[in-house]
């Protein structure tokens, strides 16, 4: 994908019926919960690291994607309609006609309540998906299919450079000014294996047109098939900038590809997946670029898809400019994507992964089998009991294939495990990590021997009955997140589509789902599942078994072979070459940083400041009380669901026990009680609920030293069952025993792994916990429960389990006395009026059942980590780079205009300097207004000092920046897109409930926003003044490999204090 980093993220919710049921309770780590998000989203990788990366069809969960969307959400498809059909505005015959269109079916889904119409334009073929309904978030996006050739990655550079420039938009890129100035609630393009796709979504109706049009242009007209510094850029150059220096390969995509490929979970994917290797990038010529773009990049190889409360007619009218400026080309045939024969053999790959020197090597193996199902296509209801039978082997802790691999001992924790159908022929996985070199074939056998045990014996009625309301329960809450429901619709829909299947079929899953549930009924769930396991998998001749080695000289070797190629090429060049690329790395350099003319940027459509609304979005919110606690009720439409969190106070938990409060949560789901197991208490909350999960939280509250810190337990469930969603978590909270020692050892262990997958692949957010925790005291909490400290915690942690396990399990329940309380508790939920009333009951017995108070007194949080520039060293190929300081240790008092100036600084300075000169995937900064933090974070990055000397230059380039009055009202625009994010209802009654504990009040909201909408030049100057502090006064850490931090501490006098980590 494209820029808010994270490649080619896709939700799992594209996925039609696979994997997307897996959510049910689990905890989740508090670095990804900090709950001043929802106030001051400035689009960074944390957004984006929920998500799930796919490149290649592999979807590996982000180390950071335990936050409250990915656990609460996915799939799509809306309850079923109970009523009939609703009207909606329709496109005549002729009138489809007259625009070039004609009608090849039509539909009412009842599914997501839209009426479905299939067009096609007749000149060019060009296939059009216009769905209409009530949903006011509106989608359109454009899907291509793009067959790569070999293994250079042009789909995935192409995907970048056509959003740099355009016949109509010819600026440096569009694609960040839209970033910059629009209500988007959804902007990006993700690369697949066989087609790129490119949606946006916006609920303001004149915005979503603007960016269409600019998405249409970027597409059909790019200027990158022109402009070889695009493809230099986005792609890859050499860097010399001085004919005495070394050469150096830089760009984008390069570099995002070297970090993805740092994590030893995405070299499994690649090699599973034959994916593109970033080695092979410099092999790709321009003139091979541009011919890509010439075949497929045509209306004749294109689908598109439409969806919202927007005039269908006009979006034809909108498609028809663009179509009819083409005539049709054999772009379709020549893209088609044919089935693979299965192999008829089994076939074992071994490899090796850059790891680092510490640790103990001999346990880091990797194993995974992976099959593909099918070389046929699936009917829906085989689909739908596939993604079945795969949550029920493998999507929740007590689910037998995850749970007996994990309690074997075997490995740390699964890798890249599960089915996934957005393909054309699905496929499944299963694996572990963390195993030790004797173990391997142990793992591999114990793989295949669950699977024939499981269909020998097929799965318990209660697992299937709980796999059922979960998948229920999802379809009918449709809870997408922040990801627009009709983007996950768009998603699944064209996963048949691309193979020029039927478009509609993936959206119905009514009937499939009734016929499913009639046969389990009828026949038993073994005769449904165990021929499924037969088939497919036990009796399937196409599994790839990939064995991953670690290699500490891996990393080093690399490096030397790309010196090496680089020396033979400076070597070959003559004095004049060399001369000559040391120019031409500067002119790309120049013209780079030379900003765009405000004419150029002038042609990039926004809207003005009277479009925007002058009040922010109020959550209906009543505050009242039970038994005499607060409770806080949102009455909203959610389609018969009620949300719940009880919020306890953690202000009497021992410092000493903070690390240990993950874990607690973690054993609160999976330990289990005196009459249950936690098998049985998992089934039940899967057979009674939408999902139980607890976390801690903290965060700075602004002007108060004492943190915000709380313990959170969340809930969902139909309204009827809440009753029992407040007796189950009664029972998680008081009557789950901390007894099993062997579960606690694999939590460790599973925390570990998680814990270094994280540190690869999402050190930023490492590095700011870090700076965090020097700087403030609900940093330091967080980072002690989820940073580099909570990683050297769990070390010491593992050895203690088999030398005291009775005091870690009399600490769990001396947590458990410290947080349970009814005094200083505080209830929030959202539903409707109704519901809310009637649940009124179960939350007073629920409440009546606490203690009243916590055991201990009170204690005062003041930890803090020294002040002191950090390097953390890591096997890698590319940094994250940061550093930090308290704007308002200067005396700054928060203004509203902060957020437009933290945005501008991101989307320009950085990015310019950061990413696109630099050559990092990313480069932005955070502004966290409770506790008045400043960081600027960079993201697989080449550079180290160059980069924080970059944050050092901000405060200068705000006395220097000369804003028209256009840019800022773009910037402001941007802002209040970020402020008024589209939320769901559960989202909505969260985010007024993170308010009320931070106190943040609507009217002091009301004035950020008049702050916003009316600043000026004046408050980027005085801005200047405060975020010096950070080049002055603040402190740098950097995620790195050891060879850029020596070469660092070697320039600069030990800068850095070093730590090892991996
Ligand atoms: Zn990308």
């Known amino acids: 994908m494209l820029r808010t980093v994270s490649c080619s993220a896709s939700l799992s919710s594209s996925s039609l019926f696979f994997r997307f049921f897996r959510q049910l309770p689990r905890s989740y780590l508090s670095l990804s919960s900090s709950p001043g998000r929802n106030l001051r989203r400035i689009s960074s990788p944390s957004a984006a690291g929920r998500r799930l990366l796919l490149r290649r069809g592999l979807r590996i969960p982000s180390a950071a994607g335990r936050g409250v969307n990915g656990q609460f959400s996915r799939f799509s498809v809306r309850a079923v309609a109970t009523q009939p059909a609703p009207s909606y505005p329709d496109v005549g015959q002729d009138e489809a006609d007259k625009l070039g269109f004609e009608k090849v079916s039509e539909e009412f889904i009842s599914e997501c309540k839209s009426k479905a119409t299939l067009f096609r334009h007749k000149k060019t073929g060009c296939e059009v998906m216009s769905v209409s309904n009530e949903d006011e978030n509106k989608v359109f996006g454009i899907v291509l299919r793009t067959p790569p050739k070999d293994s250079t990655g042009i789909p995935h550079i192409l995907e970048h450079s056509v959003l740099c420039g355009s016949r109509k938009y010819p600026l440096k890129e569009p694609f960040v000014e839209l970033l910059k100035g629009s209500l988007h609630t959804f902007l990006n393009a993700f690369t697949y294996p066989d087609r790129t796709c490119y949606p946006v979504a916006s609920t303001n109706t004149k915005d979503f047109y603007n960016l269409v049009d600019v998405y249409l242009d970027a597409v059909f007209f790019p200027k990158c098939v022109d402009d070889v510094h695009t493809f230099q850029q986005e792609g890859w150059h050499y860097e010399l900038n001085d004919p ?51 075949k497929y990049y045509h209306p004749s190889n294109a689908r598109i898809w439409f969806y919202g409360d927007d005039d269908p007619v006009h979006r034809l009218r909108v498609l028809s400019e663009y179509l009819d400026m083409f005539e049709a080309s054999p772009s379709r045939d020549s893209s088609k994507i044919e089935f693979q024969k299965l192999f008829s053999e089994p076939v074992r790959i071994v490899e090796k992964y850059p790891a680092g020197r510490d640790g103990d090597l001999k346990k880091k193996n990797m194993l995974c089998v992976n099959w593909l199902l099918s070389e046929k296509p699936l009917d829906l209801q085989t689909q739908l009991a596939l993604g079945f039978l795969d949550h029920l082997m493998l999507g929740t802790p007590a689910s037998p294939l995850r749970k007996i691999l994990l309690e074997s001992g075997l490995g740390e924790a699964l890798v890249s495990s599960g089915m996934s159908d957005e393909l054309l022929q699905p496929q499944f996985s299963v694996g572990m990590k ?7 074939p142990k793992v591999e056998e114990l793989i295949m021997n669950t699977l024939k045990k499981l269909a020998e014996e097929g799965f318990d009625n209660d697992a ?60 038993g769930s073994k005769a449904v599942f165990s021929p499924l396991i037969e088939q497919y998998i036990l009796n399937n001749s196409h599994r790839v078994t990939i064995e991953m080695q670690p290699d500490p000289e891996k990393a080093s070797q690399e490096e030397a072979e790309e010196k090496n190629i680089l020396e033979k090429v400076k070597a070959s060049m003559t004095e004049e070459d060399l001369a000559e690329l040391a120019r031409a790395t500067e002119e790309l350099r120049l013209k780079q940083e030379t900003p765009d003319p405000p004419e150029a940027l002038r042609c990039v459509p926004s809207l003005n400041l009277s479009d925007i609304p002058k009040e922010p979005t109020y959550v209906p919110t009543e505050v009242g009380d039970i038994n005499g606690v607060k409770v806080l009720r949102h009455d909203l439409f959610t389609n018969d669901i009620v949300y719940a969190e009880v919020v306890f ?9 903070l690390p240990l409060v993950p874990l607690f949560c973690q054993s609160l789901l999976e330990m289990g009680t005196k009459d249950l197991t936690f098998v049985q208490l998992n089934q039940l909350i899967g057979r009674k609920t939408g999902g139980i999960s607890v976390y801690p939280l903290t965060s700075s509250v602004r002007g108060k030293d004492e943190p915000c810190s709380k313990f959170v337990v969340r809930g969902k469930s139909m309204a009827g069952r809440a009753e029992d969603l407040f007796n189950l978590m009664n029972c998680l909270l008081q009557e789950v025993q901390f007894t099993d020692q062997q579960r606690f050892k694999q939590f460790v262990s599973q925390s570990i792994a998680r814990m270094e997958n994280r540190l690869r692949g999402s050190g930023h957010g490492v590095a700011a916990a870090r700076m965090d925790a020097m700087l403030n005291v609900a940093g330091w909490m967080s980072e002690q429960m989820g940073g580099l400290s909570y990683l050297e915690f769990l070390h010491t942690l593992e050895k203690k389990v088999d030398e005291d396990w009775e005091g870690i399990s009399s600490s769990l329940e001396e947590i458990r006395r410290s947080l349970l309380a009814r005094n200083g508790c505080i209830v929030n939920m959202t539903a409707d009026g109704k519901s809310l009333t009637n649940i009124e009951k179960s939350v007073e017995k629920f409440l009546d059942l606490l203690p009243e108070n916590p055991s ?36 700054y008092e928060l203004d509203g205009s902060a957020y437009v100036i933290s945005k501008q600084i991101s989307n320009t300075w950085l990015w310019d300097r950061v990413r696109v000169s630099g050559g990092a995937y990313g480069g932005f900064c955070d502004f966290d207004s409770h506790s008045g933090v400043f960081s600027f974070l960079s993201y697989r990055d080449p550079n180290l000092l160059k980069t924080l000397d970059i944050y050092d230059g901000t405060g200068d380039f705000l006395r220097g920046l000369d804003v028209d009055q256009e840019t800022l009202t773009k910037a402001i625009i941007g802002t209040i897109g970020d402020v008024d994010s589209y939320q769901l209802p559960d989202a909505k009654g969260y985010s007024s409930l993170m308010r009320h504990l931070l106190g943040v009040t609507d009217e002091e909201r009301q004035r950020k926003r008049e702050e916003i909408l009316t600043t000026s030049l004046k408050d980027f100057k005085d801005f200047a003044e405060a975020i010096d502090v950070v080049r002055d006064r603040g402190v740098a850490v950097a995620v790195a490999s050891a060879e850029d931090i020596d070469a660092a501490n070697n320039a600069r006098s030990n800068f850095f204090e070093v730590k090892k980590a991996l």
């Open 464 to 523: 299937v009955e709980a796999s059922m309301n979960t998948i229920e329960f999802s379809l009918r809450e449709n809870n997408t997140g922040s990801f627009p429901r009709g983007l996950s619709l768009m998603l699944q829909s064209i996963a048949k589509w691309i193979y020029d299947m039927d478009p509609f079929e993936p959206l119905k899953y009514t009937e499939p789902l009734k016929a499913l549930k009639a046969r389990i009924a009828e026949e």
């Open 649 to 657: 106070d953690m202000g009497s938990l021992k410092h000493e026990l």
């Open 434 to 440: 963390g195993v030790s070199e004797e173990n391997v």
């Open 856 to 891: 201990g007194g009170l204690v005062t949080w003041d930890g803090r980590l020294p002040l002191r520039n950090e390097a953390i060293v890591i096997p890698t190929q590319v940094n994250y780079v940061g550093k930090a300081g308290n704007i308002y240790s200067t005396g």
């Open 244 to 294: 005495s220096e070394d050469i150096s390969y830089k760009g984008v995509v390069f570099n995002e590809m070297k970090g993805v490929y740092s994590q030893p979970d995405n070299i499994l994917g690649r090699i599973a997946q034959q994916a593109s290797d970033p080695k092979d990038i410099p092999k790709l010529t321009f003139e091979e670029f541009k011919d890509f773009h010439r």
